[in-house]
T-cell receptor, first 113, second 109 residues
Framework: EAQVTQNPRYLITVTGKKLTVTCSQN?????MSWYRQDPGLGLRQIYY???????DKGDVPEGYKVSRKEKRNFPLILESPSPNQTSLYFC????????????FGNGTRLTVT | GQQVMQIPQYQHVQEGEDFTTYCNSS?????IQWYKQRPGGHPVFLIQ?????EVKKQKRLTFQFGEAKKNSSLHITATQTTDVGTYFC?????????FGTGTSLTVIP
């Protein structure tokens, strides 16, 4: 089954404790991206990647890191999480062509206390 | 920077009434996509519009892309309880997607 898999679904952590949210897709998609969803603000792009070893900042990259060592994986890293990073996070992938729809993972709800 | 606004933020309708959400971009878009997110779920792709003035229909849903490619709308005729969720537009410029703020639709049986 074609899918984007995110883990974990829920994560509660404390300020400053490094964490990684994993994202994997099995559709051989070139384009992968991370979004955060906050009430009233919609989905805001954090980082995106057009292909292996190519990553670019989205609208809200501060406090986040990503890597794209393999085509299928695109982990999101929070080196020192803060409470303002409490949010619902989605990973998405697509073929990368202009008219390609995004396929989303099930989301990760992160709480930083 | 790029901004995509959607109105209204919330809409409550009686089952059978029509519903419309509007999407406006501060800049010209290459294309626009629409997504639906059910409560507790993830966004799911509905449709894409590419051409200026384009209109597409999916059963009770009608999607329009403005002539200037800066605005779009989604109209649902005779809403049903299965239409409940948040509808997002997403504009594509370069390699980035800019999502609208979303319209949350509640359908009252």
């Amino acid at each position: 089954e074609a899918q984007v898999t995110q883990n974990p679904r829920y994560l509660i952590t404390v300020t400053g404790k490094k964490l990684t949210v994993t994202c994997s897709q099995n559709m051989n998609h070139e384009y992968m991206s991370w979004y955060r969803q906050d009430p009233g603000l919609g989905l805001r792009q954090i980082y995106y990647s057009m292909n292996v070893e190519v990553t670019d900042k989205g609208d809200v990259p501060e406090g986040y890191k990503v890597s794209r060592k393999e085509k299928r994986n695109f982990p999101l890293i929070l080196e020192s999480p803060s409470p303002n990073q409490t949010s619902l996070y989605f990973c998405a992938s697509s073929w990368g062509r202009r008219n390609s729809p995004l396929h989303f993972g099930n989301g990760t709800r992160l709480t930083v206390t | 920077g790029q901004q995509v606004m959607q109105i209204p933020q919330y809409q409550h309708v009686q089952e059978g009434e029509d519903f419309t959400t509007y999407c406006n971009s501060s800049t010209t878009l290459s294309n626009i996509q629409w997504y639906k997110q059910r409560p507790g779920g993830h966004p799911v792709f509905l449709i894409q519009l590419v051409k200026s003035g384009e209109v597409k229909k999916q059963k009770r849903l009608t999607f329009q892309f403005g002539e200037a490619k800066k605005n779009s709308s989604l109209h649902i005729t005779a809403t049903q309880t299965t239409d409940v969720g948040t509808y997002f537009c997403a504009g594509h410029t370069g390699n980035q997607f800019y999502f609208g703020t979303g319209t949350s639709l509640t359908v009252i049986p």
